[in-house]
């Protein structure tokens, strides 16, 4: 038996159960509707530092965390919850059999979309440095640059989700947390490239230059 590979699978399911149990617990005290935001975007922070091979105090780092981008959090989540997935959730529950062929293709198409901006939009306030009205932006133009990469996002949160649908049992314990771990995981290679990509074109242009070739072909922005 490889031990080594044991220690590593024992290791990422105690994290994503220490993520998705405070995820969850942060939701509730914010009342769902304000708290899930902040709690998710938490999930997110330590999830960063965990692949990053950072060990902070887990508990005292995410509620920290969560305390401290409570109402930033909020700008950025709150839209979406409120006009999307409330909405979203009211269609699946109440008119869901009642859509067209069409009207069902449209609906698979736009949460796919949904999924692939908060995917970005979660990850991105993570690694890079924005001012906060710039952070959608930022997401809808990472998803044309890396639509590959995207696409890993969307399928992994499809994954997790189907997971959840035949075993509902694991969503207060695992399926939280394995999304955000995965999802954080799959935008942190993409964003090392994206910067990889931009250090090579910079080297390889005369400063006058600079701007518009990375205008033209990457994204740049301060790093956490």
């Not at 009207?103 to 949904?114: D, R």
């Not at 075993?167 to 999802?183: K, N, R, V, Y």
């Not at 994206?194 to 205008?215: W, Y």
Request: net charge neutral.
């Amino acid at each position: 038996m490889n031990w080594q590979k044991a220690y590593q699978a024992a290791d990422f399911v105690f994290y994503c159960l220490l993520i998705n149990v405070t995820v969850i617990i942060g939701a509730l005290v914010g009342g769902i509707i304000f708290g899930l935001a902040p709690s998710v975007q938490a999930g997110f922070h330590v999830a960063k530092k965990t692949l990053n091979k950072d060990s902070p105090p887990f508990f005292q780092t995410f509620f920290g965390y969560y305390r401290r981008n409570f109402w930033r959090s909020n700008r950025l989540g709150l839209p979406i919850i409120l006009f999307y997935l409330c909405p979203m959730v009211v269609i699946q529950q109440g008119f869901l059999a009642a859509l067209t062929q069409t009207g069902l293709i449209l609906l698979i198409v736009s949460q796919c979309v949904a999924i692939a901006v908060i995917n970005t939009l979660l990850s991105m306030y993570e690694y890079y440095v924005l001012p906060t009205k710039k952070y959608l932006g930022a997401s809808l133009r990472f998803l044309f640059f890396q639509p590959i990469g995207t696409f890993l996002g969307v399928l992994w949160f499809g994954i997790c989700s189907t997971i959840s649908f035949f075993l509902p049992g694991l969503l207060p314990f695992l399926s939280i947390g394995m999304w955000i771990i995965g999802t954080m995981g799959i935008y942190l290679k993409l964003f090392d490239e994206n910067e990889q990509k931009l250090k090579q074109q910079n080297d390889a242009v005369q400063p006058a230059e600079r701007e518009e070739e990375e205008i033209e072909h990457g994204i740049e922005m301060a790093q956490k």
